[in-house]
């Protein structure tokens, strides 16, 4: 098994930043891909961004100026966002799944994903 606990949320104005952390625990956690999605009102949830197996993957709506790191002797996991805009507010959820990460931004791959943080919301003025 293994847990997530994601953090990091707020309040921010456009063109702001903000860090996400996500906590892996768990002795599985150093050999899973882990990554981000994110979620909006009334919309369905998509992928943000994932690390694992030395390769990242990203989301085009968040590519230059969404960053994902990673802290293995941590089990840690980090979404930094800058240039955020009134667009990107949504409830960023952390994941974590074996699937290699080229396949977590294909259509509807939420579905697929074995463990979820709760999530933290993320809200952008304009």
């Known amino acids: 098994q293994l847990q997530l606990v994601d953090s990091g949320g707020g309040l921010v104005q456009a063109g702001g930043s903000l860090r996400l952390s996500c906590a892996a625990s768990?002795?599985?956690?150093?050999?899973?891909?882990m990554g981000w999605f994110r979620q909006a009102p009334e919309q369905e949830r998509e992928f943000v961004a994932v690390?694992?197996?030395?390769?990242?993957n990203y989301a085009n709506s968040v590519k230059g100026r969404f960053t994902i790191f990673r802290d293995s002797a941590k089990s840690m996991v980090y979404l930094q966002m800058n240039s955020l805009k009134p667009e990107d507010t949504a409830v960023y959820y952390c994941?974590?799944?074996?699937?290699?990460?080229?396949?977590?931004?294909?259509?509807?791959?939420?579905?697929?994903?074995?463990?979820w943080g709760k999530g933290t919301l993320v809200t952008v003025s304009s």
């Open positions: 768990g002795r599985t956690a150093s050999t899973v891909a």
């Open positions: 690390t694992g197996g030395g390769s990242t």
């Open positions: 994941a974590a799944d074996q699937s290699p990460t080229s396949s977590w931004g294909t259509s509807r791959f939420y579905r697929f994903i074995d463990y």
